[in-house]
């Protein structure tokens, strides 16, 4: 398992509770796919499930590079005291987010 910085930035844990929301964030999108994969395999076989491991694979990197920009934050507030962050796991999420509203309109259009 590996270590998260070994000083804190703000004694209220900002950087933390963010980055425990963009874990809880991208599971739920992951999850959310999956999910939409069970209603939709039926109607719309391969494409269906293309659809969802995408979404569910975008969700999953969206919360990997999460856990990246919480160490780059964190070491850069403590060093320079300046915010770098990525919007990368941001674009990931909503990509995510658009697929999974893909598979509700197969749903919606096929059911």
């Given at each position: 398992?590996?270590?998260?910085?070994?000083?804190?930035?703000?004694?209220?844990?900002?950087?933390?509770?963010?980055?425990?929301?963009?874990?809880?964030?991208?599971?739920?999108?992951?999850?959310?796919?999956?999910?939409?994969?069970?209603?939709?395999?039926?109607?719309a076989?391969a494409?269906?499930?293309?659809?969802?491991?995408?979404?569910?694979?975008?969700?999953?990197?969206?919360?990997?590079?999460?856990?990246?920009?919480?160490?780059?934050?964190?070491?850069?507030?403590?060093?320079?005291?300046v915010?770098?962050?990525?919007?990368?796991?941001?674009?990931?999420?909503?990509?995510?987010?658009?697929?999974?509203?893909?598979?509700?309109?197969?749903?919606?259009?096929?059911?």
């Amino acid at each position: 398992m590996s270590e998260g910085p070994r000083s804190i930035f703000d004694s209220g844990l900002q950087p933390e509770r963010t980055l425990l929301a963009w874990r809880r964030t991208c599971l739920a999108f992951a999850t959310a796919n999956l999910i939409a994969l069970r209603f939709t395999i039926e109607l719309a076989g391969a494409v269906a499930v293309m659809i969802a491991l995408a979404g569910t694979a975008l969700a999953l990197a969206a919360y990997a590079l999460a856990a990246v920009g919480y160490r780059r934050t964190t070491a850069s507030l403590i060093r320079d005291g300046v915010l770098d962050r990525s919007a990368l796991p941001l674009l990931l999420a909503t990509a995510s987010t658009l697929l999974l509203g893909v598979a509700a309109g197969i749903f919606l259009v096929l059911d």
